[in-house]
Structure formats: structure tokens, C-alpha cells
């Protein structure tokens, strides 16, 4: 069964520094996402993209958050300057049309 | 603003037992119910999902009842096994949106 790949499953960066979290989405779908769960919590919705921008994002997706397809079959998010608070576990999702289908997540801890 | 409500926080049942996990929106544009079950250190997994022109799905053990009028829906787990214990959430999108509204998530506990 097709499947979202993420790397890495384990990231630990210290305050302010930049991190980069990697997705390889299932390969015909279209739209792509970037989820969050801070431990014990429930799954927010951080970013959507299609058709190589973004087609929506949450109030938590913030100018230190940025995504990128750069070439075609990644899909990356990037925080700027990490703060304590971005710990948490990050689920990228793809879709074709209303299944989505997430990755096992990357957790990113910020010390 | 909370979405989607979702009840209890967690659940403890006897092998064979038949949870019940209960979810509430607002959003009447609403129109895609997906219920994700989770085991730690896992992304979720689609379990079912129903849409409002129906009142239940079944799939194997697993059943979604929909009330359209009272804007909830339920899972119900036939026969529940050890291996269902995982954390389950319900969740909601809109046609044309992108995004999922979780809820809260429900820790299922399955004693053998």
C-alpha cells in the first residue's frame, strides 16, 4: 500500500536554530499537507498546498514557517528560528481527492 | 474555537465490549467525517468516514452512526480486541477546504 514517507522520525535542534522536515507524499496525489501534535494533544492543521503554493494555512503557520516541493517529489517544511514551543510531532499528509494519508511524523524536540 | 468536540478523553473496555466514542460540530458546510485511530509513535491512520447523505457505515468492526439534525456522529467497535487500544480521532472537513478540524482524541483501552 502506498505510503507518506518522513525523515527524519527524530530531530532534537537547539533554540533558534533552523530545522528542516522532509515528506516524500504519495506520488499521484495533489494536494499536501503539514500537521502538527503537541504531546498528548490533538492534531492541528498547519498548511496545505497545491499546485506548487499554498492554498491555505493556520494562524500557527507564522513567518517562521515556510514549505517547499523543490523538486517534485519532496515536500519540505522549514522553521526559521525554532522556539520551545515548536516541540512537538509533525505529520506531512497527502491526498487525492477526500482519503488523506499520513506519514509516522517527524518529533521535533527544541532544547 | 473548537471545531469538533469530542468525548470522553478516554475509555477502558473488556475484550468483546462495544466503545463509544462521540463526536459534536458547528459547521453545518461540513460534509466529510473521517474517524483516525492512532498508535503511539504513528501518524493516523483512516479507520471510516461517512458523509451526511447517510446515517451509518459499517466497515468490518468498526461503525459510524451519523446524526445530521444534531450535527454528531459516533464510532461504535463491534467486539473490541487488545489490539484497538490506540488513541482515536474524529475529524471534519468541508467540501472545496483543504483542512482537517480534529477532535481532541479518545485513549482506548481494551483489557484482555
Known amino acids: 500500500e502506498p505510503e507518506v514517507t518522513q525523515t527524519p522520525s527524530h530531530q532534537v535542534t537547539q533554540m533558534g536554530q533552523e530545522v528542516i522536515l522532509r515528506c516524500v507524499p504519495i506520488s499521484n496525489h495533489l494536494y499536501f499537507y503539514w500537521y502538527r501534535q503537541i504531546l498528548g494533544q490533538k492534531v492541528e492543521f498547519l498548511v496545505s498546498?497545491?499546485?506548487?503554493?499554498?492554498?491555505?494555512k493556520s494562524e500557527i503557520f507564522d513567518d517562521q514557517f515556510s514549505v517547499e516541493r523543490p523538486d517534485g517529489s519532496n515536500f519540505t517544511l522549514k522553521i526559521r528560528s525554532t522556539k520551545l514551543e515548536d516541540s512537538a510531532m509533525y505529520f506531512c499528509?497527502?491526498?487525492?481527492?477526500?482519503?488523506?494519508?499520513f506519514g509516522s511524523g517527524t518529533r521535533l524536540t527544541v532544547v | 474555537q473548537q471545531q469538533v468536540k469530542q468525548s470522553p478523553q478516554s475509555l477502558i473496555v473488556q475484550k468483546g465490549g462495544i466503545p463509544i466514542i462521540n463526536c459534536a460540530y458547528e459547521?453545518?458546510?461540513?460534509?466529510?467525517f473521517p474517524w483516525y485511530q492512532q498508535f503511539p509513535g504513528k501518524g493516523p491512520a483512516l479507520l471510516i468516514a461517512i458523509r451526511p447523505d447517510v446515517s451509518e457505515k459499517k466497515e468490518g468492526r468498526f461503525t459510524i452512526s451519523f446524526n445530521k439534525s444534531a450535527k454528531q456522529f459516533s464510532l461504535h467497535i463491534m467486539d473490541s480486541q487488545p489490539g484497538d487500544s490506540a488513541t482515536y480521532f474524529c475529524a471534519a472537513s468541508r467540501a472545496g477546504a483543504n483542512n482537517l478540524f480534529f477532535g481532541t482524541g479518545t485513549r482506548l483501552t481494551v483489557i484482555p
Open positions: 499528509a497527502s491526498r487525492e481527492n477526500y482519503g488523506y494519508t
Open positions: 459547521n453545518t458546510a461540513f460534509d466529510y
Open positions: 498546498f497545491y499546485n506548487n503554493e499554498i492554498s491555505e
